[in-house]
């Protein structure tokens, strides 16, 4: 059974920084891509941080040069460092691994990160 926790949630203040990691268990397959989306009140899910089927990394617009993604291939870990918050980064983040055979998709449950002062 594959499971995707998240962690690394909380509230920071405008400015501050985050890493929230991803673990993944019961990967017995070959994985295209794994990242992060958030989905903010109110608005559709969306792609924060990515990496592609080629080992590139793809990032949203609104958080290029401010977060980072990496991960640990040994692990199946995925991680997103978060510089520089501001209150519009305020969203529930998923990590998503997408299964390489037939592109399905994986989803964690969820890490809050409210951005406040």
């Known amino acids: 059974q594959v499971q995707l926790v998240e962690s690394g949630g909380g509230l920071v203040q405008p400015g501050g920084s985050l890493r929230l990691s991803c673990a993944a268990s019961?990967?017995?397959?070959?994985?295209?891509?794994m990242g992060w989306y958030r989905q903010a009140p109110g608005k559709e899910r969306e792609l924060v941080a990515v990496?592609?089927?080629?080992?590139?990394?793809n990032y949203a617009d609104s958080v290029k040069g401010r977060f980072t993604i990496s991960r640990d291939t040994t692990k199946n870990a995925v991680y997103l460092q978060m510089d520089s918050l501001t209150p519009e980064d305020t969203a529930v983040y998923y990590c998503?691994?997408?299964?390489?055979?037939?592109?399905?998709?994986?989803w964690g449950r969820g890490t809050q990160v409210t951005v406040s002062s």
């Open positions: 998503k691994i997408r299964r390489g055979v037939d592109l399905y998709d994986y």
């Open positions: 990496f592609t089927s080629s080992g590139g990394r």
């Open positions: 019961g990967i017995f397959f070959t994985i295209s891509t």
